[in-house]
């Protein structure tokens, strides 16, 4: 039952501020009707609840940063002209640019959701309104965990960002200074989600399931741990993972199509799942856009029953040579599919995310996993192949090739040898889930090689998938070796927010 979204989705029509055009430029009596708002326990709740609808906002393009920018995912037409195409390619081929309106409507809506986390807090911290300390624990918890999940997403995409904890108006907005990334993890999300993790509950009832439990803050704080990378955080990640595999009530699916059922719009919640944000299908407008986004543009309704597929964020021919090399049917089959649109044209598409009754366009039923399971057991190897235990990463890496039907390994005979073992299994697994640009980023570190992420990225585009993809499609502009370079890991702040803050110089990230 999703309750919850139901919740939202009137909610955020009636209470939460409209999607500001700049939120630097917030108008004073916006910010002041919304922090008054929050005076009761049942309105607090409600301002709580749609910072979830937030979540939803932002996510709806995170894939383009994600898995189209990274080796997992391209367009399966070049062909086409359009905007958001040719928008796309540019971001998967480094080449972003500061005024693209994907890059500038994305930032203002983590800015916008951020906003709405911090006119909730005060009144959330303050025990006048609410008397039931769980209850009030509860709530700043959730708030803490979406503001850090927030910032760790600016801070991994973007590199320094403004730090904005308060309710500000405009004047004050534009002497606020870029602050470090460093900056963001120590004084935001690691101690926002420290405190969410002591005070969040470690379960819902159903009808509140997809809120925030310990067990997700805690998952989320060891991703934060392992990106920042060295021994010292590796250490700190170890035992947050090891409690979430030994004390928490999530476990791997087992059984037949296991798998399938982790992502099943009838088993959704289930005890994989520690975090995911929840869509609701339907006439409603609070359904997952992703099924429309990604059937295959020109299948028309062989997969969705109303509107036009468009064809986004196919596998490369690089991921599915890899799923063919080691993966059987079980894990692959779920993950992406084949589209014979003619006796000579095969297009893959990604199916993890199908919903066969969708009657809305862009509104199917499908929740969008942020954590689950399968996720921390292999972060635990891949600490295990940085910590000196790499001869027994592969105990945990079989873990999930067992449940996937596929062919245990053996132990790593080195550190770089487990780590490779791990970062594949990760791929696979985890393909199309918003996961594969973080793996790429603390590759770096990992295998303490700079340019590990870069040289994926260019054999992918340049080698592996060059002849099969990039060189035959004339419409669009090749792509250049140029911009394959460590400081376009990060993508620019987007120009029109420089232009804005008028009262300081805030420089543009490098290379932009």
Not at 291 to 306: D, R, T, Y
Request: glycine share 4%; charged share 20%.
């Amino acid at each position: 039952m999703k309750k919850i979204l139901y919740i939202i989705g009137l909610f955020s029509a009636m209470a939460l501020f409209t999607a500001c055009e700049d939120f630097l430029t917030e108008k004073p009596e916006s910010v002041l009707t919304q922090v008054d708002f929050y005076t009761t326990p049942v309105r607090i709740n409600q301002g709580v609840l749609g910072t979830y609808a937030g979540l939803a906002s932002t996510l709806r393009d995170e894939w383009v940063f994600t898995e189209l920018r990274s080796d997992n995912t391209c367009q399966d037409s070049y062909g086409s002209s359009t905007t958001a195409r040719i928008d796309q390619t540019d971001v998967a081929l480094f080449r972003t640019s500061p005024s693209l309106p994907i890059l500038l409507d994305y930032w203002y809506k983590v800015y916008q959701n951020i906003s709405n986390v911090n006119a909730v807090l005060p009144s959330v911290k303050d025990n006048t309104y609410i008397t039931i300390e769980s209850q009030r624990a509860q709530y700043e918890a959730e708030l803490l965990f979406i503001r850090a999940l927030h910032y760790y997403n600016l801070v991994t995409f973007f590199g320094d960002v403004f730090k904005v904890t308060t309710v500000i108006g405009p004047n004050e907005a534009k002497r606020i200074p870029r602050s470090s990334v460093n900056e963001i993890y120590d004084e935001i999300i690691i101690p926002d989600l420290i405190k969410a993790a002591n005070q969040a509950p470690p379960t819902y009832p159903n009808a509140e399931k997809g809120r925030v439990t310990k067990w997700a803050a805690k998952a989320l704080l060891a991703k934060v741990y392992m990106m920042r990378g060295g021994d010292n955080n590796i250490a700190l990640a170890k035992p947050l993972l090891e409690e979430i595999m030994t004390s928490s009530p999530h476990s791997l699916l087992t059984g037949a199509n296991a798998f399938a059922n982790v992502f099943s719009t009838t088993n959704e919640m289930n005890n994989e799942i520690i975090f995911a944000v929840r869509y609701k299908g339907g006439a409603l407008g609070v359904g997952s856009p992703f099924w429309s986004n990604f059937a295959p543009l020109g299948s028309g309704n062989q997969f969705l029953k109303i509107g036009t597929p468009m064809g986004y964020n196919a596998p490369t021919f690089e991921l599915r040579a890899l799923f063919d090399s080691i993966d059987g049917p079980t894990r692959k089959d779920v993950s992406y599919r084949i589209w014979n649109r003619s006796a000579t044209s095969q297009i893959p598409y990604i199916f993890k995310f199908n919903d066969q009754a969708i009657s809305q366009a862009f509104q199917a039923e499908n929740d969008w996993i942020l954590l689950r399971y399968a996720d921390v057991v292999l972060l635990y190897a891949e600490v295990l192949a940085q910590d000196g235990n790499h001869a027994n990463a592969h105990t945990y890496v079989n873990q999930i090739r067992n449940r996937a039907g596929v062919t245990p390994v053996g132990a790593y005979g080195s550190k770089n040898e487990a780590l490779d073992g791990v970062y594949t299994e990760r791929r696979l697994e985890l393909a199309f889930e918003n996961q594969r640009w973080f793996d790429l980023l603390r590759m770096n570190k990992s295998y303490n090689d700079p340019m590990k992420a870069v040289n994926i990225m260019k054999k992918h585009v340049f080698e592996t998938d060059w002849d099969l993809l990039y060189s035959k499609y004339n419409p669009i502009q090749p792509p250049e070796e140029r911009f394959f370079i460590p400081a376009r890991l990060i993508l620019p702040i987007p120009q029109s927010e420089i232009d804005t803050n008028n009262e300081m110089d805030i420089e543009q990230n490098e290379d932009y």
